[in-house]
């Protein structure tokens, strides 16, 4: 059953891979004469749904989107929030493509590494490292806001990754592409714990959202399992109800994952919470 649950989630992840790849690569053959027409406008600013955070500014003061944005960015945002009130930031844990080629990454580290992967970042720089994705956040809204223009895109590896074979990309993205590879050999999603301002957003959906993943304190074995299998170190069994910021609702530390004690480490929704 576990092996099943695991399955599922790795077929998400492949499936919205797949398809980001492949609207990116029409969208370029279609610049060209080529690619399929239907899809043509597609791009990846088109389907980001960061993109409707940083054009909100403008979208409300002057009523028009970032230049390279336009509505359905602002819609999938609204998509992706609502699905985090639900159950967190699955779009990191599931559906993200970025998230998913350093996790790919990741699986070279482990095998060069093997415990030591993931662990060698002591613990007070780690913490203070994690603080930047939301200055990095509150500087690209800043920016975006003031020049009304997608300032990310120069350095962000998600677009240099989809794109890399295209003269889109700037030397500044490819760099960022780059250092993050390099230090996912290392570290568990390093964007995702130290840099992506969507992740700092959506991190703040783990303190509401309707479905919580929970601790049941009577009948953990305190085997550590839950905190050694979450990629980003987040110290499960010493916590009652999982609201840390950096959660990305992967559910590998749930009982139904890796937990070996059935009901231990489970998602509960809030309104079942508020009966008992």
Same mark, same amino acid.
């Not at 985090?84 to 070279?108: N, S, Y």
């Not at 996912?184 to 999603?189: A, D, K, N, P």
């Not at 959906?205 to 839950?226: A, G, H």
């Given at each position: 059953?576990?092996?099943?649950?695991?399955?599922?989630?790795?077929?998400?992840?492949?499936?919205?891979? !797949?398809?980001?790849?492949?609207?990116?690569?029409?969208?370029?053959?279609?610049?060209? &004469?080529?690619?399929?027409?239907?899809?043509? /406008?597609?791009?990846?600013?088109?389907?980001?749904?960061?993109?409707?955070?940083?054009?909100?500014?403008?979208?409300?003061?002057?009523?028009?989107?970032?230049?390279?944005?336009?509505?359905?960015?602002?819609?999938?945002?609204?998509?992706?929030?609502?699905?985090?009130?639900?159950?967190?930031?699955?779009?990191?844990?599931?559906?993200?493509?970025?998230?998913?080629?350093?996790?790919?990454?990741?699986? !070279? &580290?482990?095998?060069?590494?093997?415990?030591?992967?993931?662990?060698?970042?002591?613990?007070?720089?780690?913490?203070?490292?994690?603080?930047?994705?939301?200055?990095?956040?509150?500087?690209?809204?800043?920016?975006?806001?003031?020049?009304?223009?997608?300032?990310?895109?120069?350095?962000?590896?998600?677009?240099?990754?989809?794109?890399?074979?295209?003269?889109?990309?700037?030397?500044?993205?490819?760099?960022?592409?780059? !250092?993050?590879?390099?230090?996912?050999?290392?570290?568990?999603?390093?964007?995702?714990?130290?840099?992506?301002?969507?992740?700092?957003?959506?991190?703040?959906?783990?303190?509401? /959202?309707?479905?919580?993943?929970?601790?049941?304190?009577?009948?953990?074995?305190?085997?550590?399992?839950?905190?050694?299998?979450?990629?980003? /170190?987040?110290?499960?069994? /010493?916590?009652?109800?999982?609201?840390?910021?950096?959660?990305?609702?992967?559910?590998?530390?749930?009982?139904?994952?890796?937990?070996?004690?059935?009901?231990?480490?489970?998602?509960?929704?809030?309104?079942?919470?508020?009966?008992?």
């Amino acid at each position: 059953m576990k092996k099943s649950k695991r399955k599922i989630r790795v077929a998400v992840q492949v499936f919205f891979f !797949i398809l980001i790849a492949f609207i990116s690569v029409n969208h370029n053959l279609a610049e060209s &004469g080529g690619g399929i027409e239907l899809l043509s /406008n597609a791009s990846l600013h088109a389907i980001c749904p960061f993109g409707g955070v940083v054009t909100i500014y403008q979208l409300l003061t002057l009523g028009t989107f970032v230049q390279k944005l336009h509505s359905s960015s602002v819609i999938l945002m609204g998509i992706v929030f609502l699905l985090a009130l639900l159950l967190g930031p699955v779009f990191c844990g599931w559906i993200c493509p970025f998230g998913t080629f350093q996790e790919w990454i990741g699986k !070279i &580290g482990k095998k060069i590494f093997k415990k030591r992967y993931n662990n060698m970042i002591p613990k007070k720089l780690d913490s203070k490292l994690r603080y930047f994705r939301i200055v990095f956040l509150a500087w690209v809204v800043f920016m975006t806001a003031r020049s009304g223009t997608l300032v990310f895109s120069n350095i962000d590896p998600y677009y240099a990754l989809f794109n890399f074979w295209t003269s889109e990309v700037a030397i500044t993205g490819m760099v960022a592409l780059f !250092i993050i590879m390099g230090a996912s050999l290392f570290v568990e999603r390093p964007w995702c714990k130290y840099a992506c301002p969507y992740g700092a957003v959506l991190g703040f959906f783990n303190k509401f /959202n309707l479905f919580k993943i929970k601790r049941i304190e009577s009948t953990c074995i305190s085997c550590d399992l839950c905190t050694h299998n979450c990629p980003m /170190n987040i110290d499960v069994a /010493n916590t009652s109800e999982i609201k840390d910021l950096q959660c990305i609702r992967c559910f590998e530390c749930t009982s139904e994952n890796n937990c070996p004690v059935p009901e231990t480490v489970v998602i509960e929704t809030q309104i079942l919470s508020t009966k008992k």
